[in-house]
């Protein structure tokens, strides 16, 4: 396993959960409060070296809109990294919208899980490496996760691992794991679930929910199949920042921590 993982570039995303124009956070998802300005975060996290970023609306769903074409477009005139943006996204043309505001990639979740043929449309439109699955996963029992919507509000009924399956026949090109139960807690990630998924789908997983110390990052890629992590408590808290999580990975893994990106097309 090591050496599969040292071939790999490992990619960084800073996550900001955003709501009411502000970046907040929580904890299961639930109790959230105020950490920062989007903007501003988005910057910061840029210039510390940053590879990716994810905007994610975090009331979207629930209230059937996303509001975060405002803040993408002034993001994509400061930060020349790829933007992934989730939260609300119910159709071809919120997602041509977002699109045309700045980002690269889109996550979905809500959306797929009621209708799943749209992830197969929005593949076919814009092409799959537009398309990214999110999955919020909750344990129900040994080995086995439950897919929840509504930003972990509502439950499904759906099993994770072959939601996460079927999201890669339907076309996702990469897939978004965050696991309810260790989000927010900077404990760890749930290991067990992310590896489950990484091993049977074929395209890149991005572990999301629990990272507390760069630790728990190399925990995961020792175990792990992964091509990203998605941090959020452990940057907006000062916990650590961005190089050294990278230099604390690559004392683990040389050359496993991606320094540059070449950016793909999207057709829209």
């Given at each position: ?235 907006h808290y000062g916990i650590a920042a961005i190089p050294s999580l990278k230099k604390d990975i690559a004392q683990t893994y040389k050359g496993a921590v991606r320094t540059s990106y070449e ?6």
């Amino acid at each position: 396993m090591a050496l599969k993982i040292m071939k790999k570039q490992i990619r960084i995303i800073p996550r900001l959960d955003v709501k009411n124009n502000t970046v907040i956070k929580g904890i299961h998802l639930e109790g959230l409060r105020v950490v920062g300005v989007p903007s501003d975060l988005a910057k910061k996290y840029y210039l510390a070296g940053a590879d990716e970023l994810l905007y994610m609306d975090a009331v979207a769903s629930l209230y059937e809109r996303n509001s975060l074409q405002d803040i993408i477009r002034r993001t994509a005139e400061e930060v020349f990294i790829p933007l992934t943006v989730g939260g609300g996204i119910r159709t071809l043309e919120d997602i041509k919208n977002i699109l045309r505001a700045g980002a690269d990639k889109v996550a979905i979740n809500t959306a797929a899980i009621k209708r799943p043929e749209f992830i197969k449309e929005a593949s076919q439109r814009f092409g799959s490496q537009c398309i990214v699955g999110s999955i919020e996963a909750k344990k129900m029992g040994e080995s086995k996760w439950e897919a929840y919507v509504d930003t972990g509000r509502q439950s499904t009924g759906v099993d994770a691992l072959e939601w996460a399956q079927r999201l890669v026949d339907l076309g996702a090109g990469e897939l978004l794991i965050t696991s309810i139960d260790c989000e927010g807690t900077k404990k760890g990630l749930d290991i067990e679930l992310i590896k489950k998924i990484g091993d049977c789908v074929p395209i890149p997983v991005i572990a999301c929910g629990g990272i507390g110390t760069s630790q728990h990052i190399v925990d995961l890629l020792k175990a792990a199949d992964v091509s990203a992590v998605a941090c959020a408590s452990i940057l907006h808290y000062g916990i650590a920042a961005i190089p050294s999580l990278k230099k604390d990975i690559a004392q683990t893994y040389k050359g496993a921590v991606r320094t540059s990106y070449e950016k793909e097309h999207c057709y829209y």
